[in-house]
């Protein structure tokens, strides 16, 4: 199994201001994924990162808004620039398992309050 | 991707065996099933994926009948740990760089003493 960790746990920010947040994980994985959870919902995927090529966004994420690095197979980070308090959520990042990407790992999350 | 229908929420007591049925009418042929679990405050943890007939783990069985376009996560004499949120997935199994997986809305499972 992958172990995943994030940094920050949990932030807060004001409004206007850009935070990164970063993914480790404890093996090379080929594919990594980015999402997004408001309080009280399912899952949103963001954007899809393969190391070595630029991230694939979903409709209604942008990467002006959300960029992605993505710099060997251990490592991922997202910001999320200009946040307003419509961007209070929870984000995730995930790896697959190497069967499929049915079958992820993720980790424990990002809380993220704006004000 | 096929589109899954499942419970908002279910009750249920510990000791019991809890069914959670998911419905995909739309799974097209090369589609597995596959169910997470999501504690509050945590990320989803995979539990279980499925092609056809039956799956069992340590975890939990899964059923799937003929024509696959439902599927029945099964858990056996449940705690009180085992509440939270029940997610059914629908799409490709196999690696590919084109997939991605699509969470529905979940079934909240409270589980009382």
């Known amino acids: 199994s992958a172990v995943i960790s994030q940094k920050p746990s949990r932030d807060i920010c004001q409004r206007g201001t850009s935070l990164t947040i970063q993914c480790q994980v404890d093996?090379?994985?080929?594919?990594m994924f980015w999402y997004r959870q408001q309080p009280g919902q399912s899952l949103t995927l963001i954007a899809t990162?393969?190391?070595?090529?630029?991230?694939?966004?979903e409709s209604g994420f942008v990467i002006d808004k959300f960029p992605i690095s993505r710099p060997n197979l251990t490592f991922s980070t997202l910001t999320v620039s200009n946040m307003s308090p419509e961007d209070s959520s929870i984000y995730l990042c995930?790896?697959?398992?190497?069967?499929?990407?049915?079958?992820?790992?993720f980790g424990p999350g990002t809380r993220l309050t704006v004000l | 991707l096929a589109k899954t229908t499942q419970p908002i929420s279910m009750d249920s007591y510990e000791g019991q065996e809890v069914n959670i049925t998911c419905s995909h009418n739309n799974i097209a042929t090369n589609d597995y099933i596959t169910w997470y679990q999501q504690f509050p405050s945590q990320g989803p943890r995979f539990i279980i994926q499925?092609?056809?007939t039956k799956v069992t783990n340590e975890v939990a069985s899964l059923f799937i009948p003929a024509d696959r376009k439902s599927s029945t996560l099964s858990l056996p004499r449940v705690s009180l740990s085992d509440t939270a949120v029940y997610y059914c997935l629908v799409g490709p199994g196999e690696y590919s760089s084109a997939s991605k997986i699509i969470f529905g809305s979940g079934t909240r499972l409270s589980i009382r003493p």
């Open positions: 990162a393969n190391q070595g090529s630029e991230a694939t966004y």
């Open positions: 499925g092609y056809k």
């Open positions: 995930s790896v697959d398992r190497g069967a499929s990407t049915d079958t992820q790992y």
């Open positions: 093996s090379q994985v080929t594919m």
